[in-house]
Structure formats: C-alpha cells, structure tokens
C-alpha cells in the first residue's frame, strides 16, 4: 500500500468533509474576541493541502503554511499558482521551525500536533513562541483529548468528480504510561475504473486538557483562552458534555 501523505488528491477528497467558510469565520470571530493585534499573516501548521488557503485569500489574509512532506507542499504550491505572492510554504518539522518574519494568528487543524514527548511538545511551543507575535492567538484543532483514549474505528464515504474514497480511521496499541498511540488512516478509492490503497500510521501522543493547562503554566509565553466544542465560540467546554471537535486557544504574551 503507498502512503496517503505521497497522495494529496486522495487526501483531500477523504478530508473534504468539513465547512471550510465555517471555520474561517470561526478564525475571524476568535481573532475580534480575543486577538490584542490586527492580523494579515496567517500560519497553518501541518498544512498538508491546504484546505483553508484559498477562503483566507479571498479575505485579505496572507498565507503561510508550514509541512515535513514535500508530496503536500508541492500539491498546496500548484494550487496557489494564481494567488502567488499572497502564499508561502516552508518544509519543515512542527516542533523546531522558524519563519523569516513573525505572523499575527496561528492555527493547527485537524488534531495534527505530532509530538510524541514532552521535550517535543516544548519544543513545538517554544517554535510557535518564535514566530507568533505578541498578543496573537494560537488555535488547536482537537489536540487536547476531552475523552480518554481507547481503541476506535470509524469510517465515511466521500466522492468528488467521479472519484469515490473510502476512509477508515482507527486508534491502537496505547501505551498508559507514555499516552502515545497507533493512528491508522486507510483509504480505498475508486478513481474511474482503477482501484487503490493507500494508508498512514503515526505514532501519536495524547494530551490531556490539565495536562495542557499544565505545561502553559510551566511557561510564561503564553495565556490560556478558552476551549469550545465543535467549532462553535458560544459552546465552552465544561466536562459533563459530549465533545466533538473541540477547538482549544491560547495567546502569545
Ligand atoms: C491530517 S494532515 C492535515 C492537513 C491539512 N492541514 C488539513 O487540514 O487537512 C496532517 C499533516 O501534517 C503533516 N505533518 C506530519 N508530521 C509533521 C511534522 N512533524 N511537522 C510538520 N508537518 C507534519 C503531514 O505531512 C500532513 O500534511
């Protein structure tokens, strides 16, 4: 089977599920409440292909996106090709990167905080400490597990342009004391009489929210905001909830 990350077409249609303007507008909403700074540099973190580019380009924003696969970067770059000069991509590692120049607002979509220790998760904070200015916000895409982990299966269907992907999702093999995971993401996609495979494993760390408000306490470079669940800034997080795609921010002080 290849790898999903080598396959960015395929990826997108998997992932194509969600409500990109939505979440956009949820940017903008988090950047009036509690940004300290007007924002025009954008910096998605994990950008893969970029799904949020476009709808920030239409907004005003300028765009950068950092990524360790160059498949991804290369597929985000062609589809930037008329929007040049308002986008920026880096080929780099989440937890030790730096930008020529600080950006306003940071986010980090889709739980895709990979960092396996807490010299990694340090590590990561300490790169977005770099280049996030004073006063602007960092949102998280479901990196805090609201639910502990255990094993899960899911799965949906996507189709686009005549071409149907099936997405299997699963969590296995948790370690209880170092809270690292396997992730596997499998897609079986039928592109107009071809069929193929391509799957992703990673060895994923979980982050527990005390555990969260923790490490932020054990630094002085930034606040904690607030968390809210399913995108939606007028649902804080409580606990007793059942949570779905939370959103977590904090702010560079
Ligand atoms: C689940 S995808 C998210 C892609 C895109 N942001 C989205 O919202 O659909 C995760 C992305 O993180 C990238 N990635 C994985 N480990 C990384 C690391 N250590 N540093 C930077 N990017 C990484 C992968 O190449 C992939 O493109």
Sequence with gaps: MENLYQNPKYYEIAFSYRD??????????????????????????????????????????????????????????????????????????????????????????????????????????????RVLKKGGLYLLDWCVNFEPLGETKDSWEMEEEGILVETEFSISKLNKVTQTYEEGITLQ?????????????????????QEFLFLLQGREDFEFIGWWNDWDLNRPIKGTETISRPITIIRKQ
């Design 20 to 129: 990109i303007q939505g979440e956009v507008d949820t940017f903008e909403e988090s950047i009036q409440r509690f940004s300290k700074i007007p924002v025009t540099n954008v910096l998605e973190i994990g950008c893969g292909n970029s799904p949020h580019m476009r709808e920030l380009v239409n907004r005003g924003y300028r765009y950068h996106g950092i990524d360790l696969s160059e498949a991804m970067l290369d597929y985000a770059r062609e589809k930037s090709k008329d929007i040049k000069g308002k986008v920026h991509f880096t080929c780099a590692d989440m937890t030790d990167f730096t930008l020529p120049r600080q950006v306003d607002f940071v986010y980090i979509p889709l739980g895709s905080l990979y960092a396996k220790t807490n010299e990694n998760l340090n590590a990561h904070f300490d790169s977005i400490s």
């Design 189 to 209: 996609v039928k592109d107009h009489g071809k069929e193929m495979s391509f799957t992703q494993k990673d060895l994923r760390r979980a982050i527990y929210p």
